[in-house]
């Protein structure tokens, strides 16, 4: 079983358009995210959820809304896309972490949006 | 602005010499350190860490060092195999539980 998934892995779609992006992690995780990587190959954080209440915004269009159900998913909805938009976007989880005690993030496979 | 900094894009090795991947930081709040692989169309796969506690820690193959004074840390994998060819990713993390990753290392070993 996939720990961390999201869907759809490939999405082509046209400027202007609003889509959105699934993912679900049953790692029983309390934190949840979503990473950008741009075509300059840089994973930049773009939100962080932990037991459903936003964390990080990062400095974000407010074009991306991510939604939390509950602490298994974290869907990113994008409204009026861009161009510039196109990138590869990874959800990923981790767990509470208690200061001092190792923790590491786990990642989706990616969706690879492209905006035309 | 970027925390965590990968300088080199790229690295060729020949097979069954050591690889060699650096990565610096700025933030000295930054209080666990990782190295991510990812292979191409697949998601960022852990590897190994190291707390800011420690200066060296081995897993098989792969150590990771860290210098605290210099704000450096560094994978070095020996025997490179040609499995090991993918994309590594330095990754820090502060105590907020906020994960910031560098632009990543294209490693090639040649068989």
């Known amino acids: 079983d996939t720990a961390v998934s999201q869907t759809p892995k490939y999405l082509v779609t046209q400027m202007g358009n609003d889509k959105s992006i699934k993912c679900e992690q049953n790692?029983?995780?309390?934190?949840m995210y979503w990473y950008k990587q741009d075509s300059k190959k840089f994973l930049k954080i773009m939100f962080s959820?932990?037991?459903?209440?936003?964390?990080i915004n990062e400095t974000v269009p407010n074009r991306f809304s991510p939604k939390s159900p509950d602490k298994a998913h974290l869907n990113l909805h994008i409204n009026s896309l861009e161009l510039g938009d196109s990138a590869v976007y990874f959800c990923?989880?981790?767990?509470?972490?208690?200061?001092?005690?190792?923790?590491?993030?786990?990642f989706g496979e990616g969706s690879w949006l492209t905006v035309v | 602005d970027q925390q965590v900094k990968q300088n080199s894009p790229s690295l060729s090795v020949q097979e069954g010499r050591i690889s060699i991947l650096n990565c610096d930081y700025t933030?000295?709040?930054?209080?666990?350190f990782l190295w991510y692989k990812k292979y191409p169309a697949e998601g960022p796969t852990f590897l190994i860490s190291?707390?800011?506690?420690?200066d060296k820690n081995e897993d098989g193959r792969f150590t990771v060092f860290l210098n605290k004074s210099a704000k450096h840390l560094s994978l070095h994998i020996v025997p490179s195999q040609p499995g090991d060819s993918a994309v590594y990713f330095c990754?820090?993390?502060?105590?907020?539980?906020?994960?910031?990753f560098g632009t990543g290392t294209s490693l090639t070993v040649i068989p």
């Open positions: 990923a989880s981790s767990q509470d972490v208690i200061l001092g005690s190792g923790n590491t993030i786990y």
């Open positions: 790692l029983g995780h309390d934190t």
């Open positions: 959820y932990n037991n459903k209440e936003l964390i």
């Open positions: 933030n000295s709040m930054f209080d666990y």
């Open positions: 190291i707390s800011s506690i420690k």
């Open positions: 990754a820090a993390r502060n105590t907020g539980n906020q994960f910031y």
